[in-house]
Nanobody
Framework: QVQLVESGGGSVQAGGSLRLSCAAS????????LHWSRQAPGKEREFVAA????????YYAESVEGRFTINRDNAKNTVNLQMNSLKPEDTAVYYC??????????????WGQGTQVTVSS
């Protein structure tokens, strides 16, 4: 079982920055693909960014491309999401997720509890 704990959410004005962090435990961190998703009130959860287990491959939603950066620190077992040029529409609960790929059980998905990000205009 992978435990994920997010931190770094808060309130910021439009144009500002926030950095989210997610600490993982329970399995070998370097074996995990990691991602961030978000859910705004009344909307479905949507993908934000992902990073491969090696850190060499990243993916971003079009809505955050060029403003958000995902990175990981395998020495500290953390994945971070640097969010710049924030917009009111970025307001949501942000969730850290992990994918553990196993040869017999397939993919095992885990989620953190979420952290609130509020961007005011």
């Amino acid at each position: 079982q992978v435990q994920l704990v997010e931190s770094g959410g808060g309130s910021v004005q439009a144009g500002g920055s926030l950095r989210l962090s997610c600490a993982a435990s329970g399995v070998t961190f370097s074996s995990l693909d990691l991602h961030w998703s978000r859910q705004a009130p009344g909307k479905e959860r949507e993908f934000v960014a992902a990073i491969s287990w090696s850190g060499k491959v990243t993916y971003y939603a079009e809505s955050v491309e060029g403003r958000f950066t995902i990175n990981r620190d395998n020495a500290k077992n953390t994945v971070n999401l640097q969010m710049n040029s924030l917009k009111p529409e970025d307001t949501a609960v942000y969730y850290c997720g992990a994918i553990l790929k196993t040869p017999e059980l397939g993919e095992i998905h885990s989620w953190g509890q979420g952290t609130q990000v509020t961007v005011s205009s």
